[in-house]
């Protein structure tokens, strides 16, 4: 549109000034005429009906390609931010976990200690035990040394 009406004023203003543009315009004309002007004038027509969609296809496919440019710059940020909360959940979940494994080591030795607790007091209970079954096995020996010893002591009284 803007360019058919510019080149139609700059052709009328040139056509003023100069003889050369008048001459040319004046052999162009019947030319435009006849059947090669007409094929000529339908093929510039279709040309500049062309041009435009395929400009205009040009122009999209470029905005399709920076589109596309732009969304994997886009989704780059996104991954490395990501990963950088990926990260610093990774790091927390270690220091939570080293956290864990000290509380497991106390607790661990915690409970050492109280079986070691435990075992000394059932150890002194088994000591105490044994001496007390020590004092009645004397006392059972005792017993049963008392009627051999009476025996004794009556058989030799009588001799």
């Known amino acids: 549109g803007g360019i058919?009406?510019?080149?139609?004023?700059?052709?009328?203003?040139?056509?003023?000034?100069?003889?050369?543009?008048?001459?040319t315009m004046v052999l162009v004309i019947p030319t435009l005429l006849t059947r090669r002007g007409r094929a000529l004038m339908i093929t510039l027509t279709v040309g500049l009906l062309v041009q435009g969609p395929v400009r205009t296809l040009r122009y999209n496919i470029g905005q399709i390609g920076r589109s596309f440019i732009c969304m994997v710059e886009e989704?780059?940020?996104?991954?490395?931010?990501?990963?950088v909360q990926l990260g610093e959940v990774l790091s927390q979940f270690q220091i939570i976990l080293e956290e864990i494994k000290v509380l497991l080591e106390l607790y661990i030795e915690r409970l050492e200690a109280d079986l070691?607790?435990?075992?000394?007091?059932?150890?002194?209970?088994?000591?105490?035990?044994?001496?007390?079954?020590?004092?009645?096995?004397?006392k059972a020996a005792n017993a049963l040394t008392l009627p051999n010893t009476f025996c004794s002591g009556v058989l030799s009284s009588s001799s």
């Not at 510019?6 to 543009?21: E, P, Y």
């Not at 989704?75 to 990963?83: A, D, E, R, Y």
């Not at 075992?119 to 044994?130: D, F, H, M, R, V």
């Open 116 to 138: 070691s607790d435990e075992a000394k007091k059932e150890l002194a209970e088994a000591q105490n035990s044994i001496v007390k079954i020590k004092e009645a096995a004397t």
């Open 75 to 83: 989704v780059i940020k996104l991954s490395s931010h990501v990963l």
């Open 4 to 23: 058919g009406i510019v080149s139609g004023i700059s052709l009328t203003a040139s056509s003023f000034t100069s003889r050369r543009v008048r001459c």
